[in-house]
Each structure stands twice: as C-alpha cells, then as structure tokens.
C-alpha cells in the first residue's frame, strides 16, 4: 500500500498569507496526487487532480505541483473561508489518503 | 444537478451488520463508478472500495475484502454498501462519492455522509 505522509500536521497562518502544505509519497506515483479540502461537518471537497489540475470552480489561489514522491499544494493567499483540513490522495495504486494537514488562524 | 443522498445514522452493536445506501441523481448513473470512503473520528479518509455501475463489477481495499459488498440497483439508481461483523474501529462516518468527469478514482461529488456507531 502506498503511503502519503502529510506535513505540516497544523500550519497556523493569518488571512493573507501564502500557504505552504506538502505531500510525501512512500513510492513513485507519477503526477497521480490530488488534493482535497474538509471543513469539519462536510464531505471533502476536491481542489486539486493529477498534481497541478484544478478540479471544477476551484479558485485560482489553489496551486498544485510536483511529481514522483513530493508534492505542494500552495494557497497563494489565504482567505477566511481556507482554514480548513487538507487531504492529499493518491490514484497510482488504487486509492490511498494523507493524515491531513490542518491550517488555522494564527 | 449531480446528486448523491445516503441514508440516516445507524447504531449497532459489534458482529452486526450494517447497510447505507446511496441515491444517486443528475447524471447517466452507469457512466460512472461510484467510491466508499470511511473517516473515522479526527482521521483521514480511507478508501474502501468501488463500484461499476454498469455491469456492477467492484473493487475493495484489502482491509476491508470478505467484510465489505457493494450492489446497484440501475432501476433506482442507487448504490449500497453492506458492511458485516462490525467492530468498534468501525465507528466512522461512510461516504459514497462518484468519479469526478476529467479522470478516474477522483472523486468529485460526495454524499452527506452516514454517521455508523458501533457500542455494546
């Protein structure tokens, strides 16, 4: 099974400032990493497909990159409704998710 | 609108079973393979498996293989999720969700969510 190791666990940041998550897969994945975003009460909403693609109506402030076993997900500047919990999750292997990172206001 | 609407909260004691459904609406329901994903309390998602709407052939992460069966039904268009022998470690939100349209085992539109308790 492939193991994605999220970090950081909590990122504390005010609204504004850049975000930085990453992503540490256990194998080589290709590009096939996506990331999601979950606020507590809802389903997990997809941002992010095949590393760098933004899924349907997602904002331009939601970057994806890398490729092979690292990856980003970078909120060039936080707005309030970002604080959030980040899943990554990745589809080279069947189907596995990161622990999450959790980003909160500072 | 794309559509998917489970069913309520259960609560059941452990070595029972428990079956969630899920309505889909909105789209060609055999065009698109349906997921299960659990989250337990303060965890990440986990991948249970998935369903072929046409033809009904289905996939299932090794864990959960012999405890875990996923059915259709195209007159309804909807999928259930039948999980047996529950435990304690059990106790989790469930999820069904469908493929998003750009690439496979993406998942785009999820259900609400089903709440399973497991207590004695």
């Known amino acids: 099974e492939i193991v994605l190791t999220q970090s950081p666990g909590t990122l504390s940041l005010s609204p504004g400032e850049r975000g930085t998550l990453s992503c540490r897969a256990s194998q080589n994945i290709r590009t096939y990493l996506a990331w999601y975003q979950q606020k507590p009460g809802q389903a997990p909403r997809l941002l992010i497909y095949e590393a760098s693609k933004r899924a349907t109506g997602v904002p331009a402030r939601f970057i994806g990159s890398g490729s092979g076993t690292d990856f980003t997900l970078t909120i060039s500047s936080l707005e309030p409704e970002d604080f959030a919990v980040y899943y990554c999750q990745q589809r080279d292997s069947w189907m596995t998710f990161g622990g999450g990172t959790k980003v909160e206001v500072k | ?120």
């Open chain 2, 1 to 120: 609108q794309v559509q998917l609407v489970q069913s309520g909260a259960e609560v059941k004691k452990p070595g029972a079973s428990v079956k969630i459904s899920c309505k889909t609406s909105g789209y060609t329901f055999t065009n698109f393979y349906v997921h299960w994903v659990r989250q337990a309390p303060g965890q990440g998602p986990e991948w249970m498996g998935v369903i072929n709407p046409d033809g009904g052939a289905t996939n299932y992460a090794q864990k959960f293989r012999g405890r875990v069966a996923l059915t259709r039904d195209t007159s309804t268009t909807t999928v259930y999720m039948d999980l047996s022998n529950l435990r304690s470690e059990d106790w989790a939100t469930y999820y069904c969700a469908r493929e998003d349209i750009h690439t496979g085992m993406v998942l785009f539109y999820w259900g609400q969510g089903t709440l399973v308790s497991v207590s004695s």
